[in-house]
């Protein structure tokens, strides 16, 4: 007898051997237990500032950039197109209820946390007409079923629904080729929970306003009600809000520290590796969420090198996983292959003006783009005469040294003019001495 929640092709799937295409089953097969005894899971790991710092950051520097849809044309050429169901979809308008950035943001997020996103697709007449917003990655997972099939069940409220693969669009995160990606919060289980029993040491440290926990050791035996009054002394001087209060012991009574001081325990050095630890889980350097290891300065070209580093390794990769993905499930199915989705990088020069100004100084002046194309990336007008390709030409080559160019042309001409002059000087000069 099947469970009501399973059905029979799951049950098929649940009693094959694991194989790559059984996601699901390696993961839980290596499990999220640690040492350090703490329930490691996407609210508890969310708690920790690092591990919110490095899905937001993520989640954020890849949504901000704007995505279009492009078609290749002949002469290796390419233009934007906004026709199709799709454009409009990834582009624009997701679903009725967020807008592009809200909807990618979510996606990568997802993506982040537990190695995948998933949609569920809306097909209209004309096509795709909306994704809708991202499925929670804890309630939807994909297996294969008797036939080797792809198909996903989704949880929603107590109900599970087995969604077709043409019904979902997955982004799966890094892997080792199965059918989903690979979880940092469950593969890092160890680093994740000894962060969260420092953050809990250190907050019942201060809650306790400092005040070591110790043992009250006496030579006499306390009878039922003695004990009782000194407890009920004991939480008067419990808590940080009755830090610094004095206590009196009478009757013989000795107080024994156990706990080990901050010092001893090195707590504020374990709290920074911990954050540099939870780093690289994520591949942010630590210098991207605020944090600078001991001797590093927060300014200068090092920090910068840096920032490229995070923007060449971790959010390069992401926009082509996404692209990808986006032109295998969206596009292809329309029939197109000569379409495809890019996100436009340049938008990561949008606040740095020095950068920005030398990229376009470049381009422009070196024939890879206009004038207007130039200032419309600065959203100013278009001017007349800007739509020319200019380069520079004080370089030649050596072949074409005194044809090529307007300055080689000015050259002859001003050799021909100096010529004409000493002709005429020596002219004169032959008169007046005949």
């Known amino acids: 007898m099947l ?62 950039l704007p995505i279009a849809m492009y078609e290749r044309r002949g002469d290796d050429n390419r233009v934007r197109v906004d026709d199709e169901g799709v454009a409009e979809v990834i582009c624009d308008s997701p679903n009725e209820d967020q807008t592009p950035l809200e909807y990618w943001e979510s996606m990568v997020a997802w993506m982040a946390a537990t190695g995948n996103a998933y ?12 994704l809708h917003p991202p499925m929670p990655s ?18 929603d409220r107590g109900k599970s629904e087995i969604l077709p693969r043409e019904k979902v669009f997955h982004l799966k ?71 610094g209060k004095l206590m009196v012991l009478e009757a013989g009574l000795k107080y024994d520290r156990l706990a080990l001081s901050p010092v001893d325990a090195e707590m504020l050095e374990s709290k920074r590796f911990s954050v540099e630890e939870i780093c690289r889980w994520w591949g942010v350097p630590p210098i991207i969420i605020g944090h600078a ?11 910068e090198q840096i920032l490229l580093a995070w923007l060449t390794l971790g959010i390069d990769p992401l926009c082509d996983r996404i692209e990808a993905r986006i032109k295998k499930q969206l596009i292809r199915p329309t029939g197109n292959r000569r379409r495809y989705a890019e996100f436009n990088r340049e938008a990561l020069l949008q606040m740095d003006s020095k950068s920005k ?20 990336k600065l959203n100013l007008p278009r001017k007349d005469g800007g739509d020319i390709l200019t380069a520079q030409t004080n370089l030649a080559p050596l072949d074409q040294l005194g044809t090529a160019g307007e300055t080689n042309s000015a050259r002859a001409a001003m050799r021909a003019f100096l010529g004409i002059q000493l002709q005429q000087a020596e002219e004169r000069q032959a008169n007046d001495h005949p």
């Open 3 to 64: 469970p009501a929640n399973m059905t029979r092709d799951q049950e098929v799937a649940k009693s094959k051997r694991l194989a790559l295409k059984d996601g699901r089953g390696w993961a839980a097969a290596f499990g999220t237990t640690n040492h350090a005894g703490k329930a490691v899971h996407l609210n508890s790991v969310l708690q920790l500032a690092t591990a919110w710092a490095c899905i937001r950051l993520t989640a954020q520097a890849v949504s901000c």
């Open 119 to 130: 949609s569920e697709k809306v097909d209209g007449r004309r096509g795709l007409v909306a």
């Open 138 to 155: 804890t309630h939807c997972y994909p297996f294969r079923d008797a036939d080797g099939v792809l198909k996903y069940n989704y949880t």
């Open 173 to 243: 995160g890094f892997g080792f080729g199965g059918d989903i990606g690979l979880s940092p919060i469950q593969f890092g289980a160890q680093a994740f929970g000894s962060a969260i029993a420092i953050d809990e040491a250190s907050a019942k440290l201060y809650g306790n306003g400092l005040q070591a926990s110790g043992v009250l050791s006496s030579d006499k035996t306390l009878d039922k009600d003695q004990r009782e009054q000194l407890q009920a002394i004991m939480e008067r001087f419990v808590g940080s809000t009755n830090a």
């Open 293 to 303: 290891a001991q001797g590093q300065t927060m300014w200068g070209s090092g920090v």
């Open 357 to 376: 100004a030398a990229f376009l100084s470049t381009m422009t002046q070196n024939g890879l783009m206009t004038r207007n194309e130039g200032r419309a």
